[in-house]
């Protein structure tokens, strides 16, 4: 049974810094791509980044770029991602998916949602100005 769990969500103030975890079991975690998403507090699902299997390669949409960095632990099914400079706009709920690796042919750059298999159920961020 496949278990994706997000954690390390919170409060924090405009400006401030968290990281996000993200842990996976039950499946072989380097045969995955994996990705974070947003959903706002508008309910508007937005891509944050991608990470691919090795973790040697990442893209990020613009508004985050140079303030987030997505990161991965294969030795330890964990997947990361850090957040600095935070700003009200980026407050939501931060879910992490993972789509296999194997037949990936999709763009790792703003990918669809259908493209990944497994879900967490998320972890609430709050940036509060």
Known sequence: ???VVESG???????????????????KFDDYVMAWFRLS??????????????G??????????????????NTKNMFYLQM??????DTGTYFCAA???LDWTKSYFDPSLSDFQYWGQGTQVTVSS
Do not use: Y
Request: hydrophobic share 30%.
């Open 41 to 54: 507090p508008t309910k508007e699902r937005f891509w944050i980044s991608t990470i691919n299997w090795s």
């Open 9 to 27: 969500g919170g409060l924090v103030q405009t400006g401030g810094s968290l990281k996000v975890s993200c842990s996976v079991s039950g499946l």
């Open 56 to 73: 040697s390669s990442s893209w990020s949409r613009m508004s985050v770029e140079g303030r987030f960095t997505v990161s991965r632990d």
């Open 1 to 3: 049974q496949v278990e």
């Open 84 to 89: 600095n400079h935070l700003q009200p706009t």
């Open 99 to 101: 789509a296999s690796a």
